[in-house]
């Protein structure tokens, strides 16, 4: 068995490789913990950018998200259909409104985020605030880090 130690640049590898199934686990508890309250994960998300009052654009929804327009666009279709959300107009573009919580919005996502912190705090009790800084940290700048690479040129050398 080899004892060589492993690189920051081994674990770290290993790390990201760990992502995917993290990502479908964290999917499948979000899921189970929104469809309790008649929502999916796609509107729980939209629903919580939109928390505790901010009228938002689907354009600028469309940004804190990172995710595709088409996708906002029918998951606040459905938010909207489900009376989650209203439209108010928008005074600087007639075909951009704002989109805001209604009431019944804001307590569907405040129950799911409820049930969610309150597993998340069970969760960050086995770390320091260190740690979970340092996590977060590392995690900002990988998402950074890998969305830069990829709205580079094709033979465009990376981080150059």
Known sequence: MDNTPKSAA??????????????RHITAS??????DAGVSVGQRAVLEVMMPDRRLTGPQITEILQLKRQ??????????FLELVQTEPNP???RAHFF????????????IRAREMALVQD??????EAEISCHHRIQLGLTDWFANLG????????CG
């Open 10 to 23: 081994d674990t770290l590898y290993e790390a990201i490789q760990l992502t995917r199934p993290l990502l």
């Open 30 to 35: 979000v899921d189970a913990m929104s469809r």
């Open 71 to 80: 996708f906002v666009a029918r998951m606040l279709s459905e938010a909207k």
């Open 92 to 94: 600087a573009h007639v």
């Open 100 to 111: 805001k919580l209604t009431e019944k919005g804001f307590k569907a996502i405040s129950l």
């Open 123 to 128: 969760f960050a009790n086995q770390f320091t």
């Open 151 to 158: 709205e580079q040129k094709e033979g465009e050398e990376p």
